[in-house]
């Protein structure tokens, strides 16, 4: 088959490098030629909105499929009546609008924390009447990595937060004081069937995903059981094709549903070793139609990602038993130039080789703020 990828980043780039062993072709559409799926796969460039060009990327494909949330609807619409989408245009739409997914999760039962539509500083102040302070104000769209947030601690800073973010539709969200992140992926094939990877922990640093530790360790079951639940409600709800990662604050109480994303998610990214099928090859699966059986878990698997920097290859091949993934991209603060992911029969024979790696990657991206330090594993035991 000839798979369309809208996107040329590293998840495009992941998900051609799981599509071309399984026998598929894999064209690109992106608006960046120097990103890192079009040094893989065949690639066109331009304008998402762009329908010439959007016609000679459907004429060529079989299937389409995004590797993020925020292409434009009308650039979805016209793909949709040229060729199958997958997931479609209700996942993606409801994934791109804070407002919306929490509505939905509010329509199927999923708990969230509470949340309010505000378009105006009025609306805002309202807002912060019903749901209290603090407030975590977000943009409706095109928020990721912790931009388009500001957090409203008391009535000074209303004016200020709501003109930050630029005018855009938002959403004020009650601010939660979780105890840690957890994040569930779920991919269901075009005949109905699903599939669901443990939870996974995930460690963030100035609002970007740091580490993600899979399994997540010490789960209470009745969580496990309830997120892969709600999990499952939302992928049937949407009638979703592929993968779609559920992201949820883990509370004293029991969880809330954060974010969901329609795609495959960098928490995910342990599993390329760490999984008998990877996220990306469960996705590719899935949108072609082809059989998938339920991915398991190799083990015990720690990822970390490299933001703004990369250490000396050789240094991070060094340590035994790495994976290393570099997506050939020029490095600036905050980006996300690559990962590696290390796996091991049990914590403790992994966690000496993570304490080399996390020592190397300190040393070049000068993390501070990590809660928990890394150093100090937020797990005791045996996985
Ligand atoms: P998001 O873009 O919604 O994933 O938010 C980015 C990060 O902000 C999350 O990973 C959390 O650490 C934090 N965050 C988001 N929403 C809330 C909330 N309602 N309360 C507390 N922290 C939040």
Redesign the pocket.
């Known amino acids: 088959m000839r798979v369309g990828i809208v996107g040329g980043g590293q998840l495009g780039q992941m998900l051609a490098l799981a599509a071309i062993p399984l026998g598929h072709d894999v064209l690109v559409l992106s608006d960046d030629p120097g990103g890192p799926a079009s040094h893989i796969a065949h690639a066109i460039f331009g304008k998402y909105g762009d329908e010439k060009i959007l016609a000679e990327f459907t004429a060529k494909i079989d299937v389409a499929t995004c590797e993020f949330e925020h292409v434009p609807q009308e650039a979805l619409q016209f793909i949709e009546t040229r060729s199958p989408l997958r997931p479609g245009l209700r996942s993606m739409a409801i994934a791109s609008d ?1 407002w919306l997914e929490k509505e939905h999760f509010r329509s199927l039962g999923i708990p969230t ?1 509470l ?1 309010q539509k505000v378009d105006s500083v009025a609306e805002l102040k309202a807002a912060i009447k019903h749901l209290g302070l603090p ?2 104000l ?1 943009t409706r769209r095109f ?7 500001r ?1 409203v601690r008391n009535e000074k800073e209303i004016e200020a937060a709501f003109f930050a973010l630029g005018g855009e539709p938002l959403i004020a ?6 105890e840690r ?1 957890l994040s569930m992926i779920g991919v269901r094939t075009m005949g109905g069937a699903i599939f669901t990877y443990p939870m996974v922990q ?1 460690l ?1 640093h100035e ?1 970007i ?1 740091f580490c993600t530790i899979a399994p997540a360790p010490e789960v209470p079951t009745h969580i496990e059981l309830e997120v892969r639940e709600a999990l499952c409600t939302l992928l049937e709800s949407l009638d979703h094709v592929g993968v779609l990662t559920l ?1 949820l ?1 883990q509370t004293k109480e029991g969880w ?1 549903a ?2 969901i994303a329609p795609r495959v998610h960098n928490s995910g990214h342990f599993s390329i070793e760490g999984a008998t099928i990877s996220q990306f090859e469960a996705h590719i699966r899935a949108i072609t139609g082809d059989p998938l059986s339920q991915p398991m878990l190799r083990g015990v698997s720690v990822m970390v990602n490299l933001i703004g920097a990369v250490p000396p290859r050789e240094d991070i091949l060094a340590i035994d038993g790495v994976h290393l993934h570099l997506y050939g991209k020029s490095p600036r603060p905050g980006r996300k130039l690559g990962h590696v992911t290390i796996c091991g029969e049990s914590w403790e024979e992994l966690l000496p080789r993570l304490e080399k790696l996390i020592a190397l990657v300190e040393s070049t991206q000068q993390i501070t703020a990590l809660t928990p330090p890394p150093s100090q594993p937020p797990f005791g035991g045996e996985g």
């Open positions: 804070r924390s949340f407030i975590l977000k928020g990721y990595d912790g931009k388009g947030q957090l969200e009650q601010f939660v004081a979780f992140e995930n963030h609002g995903l992201e604050f809330l954060n974010e």
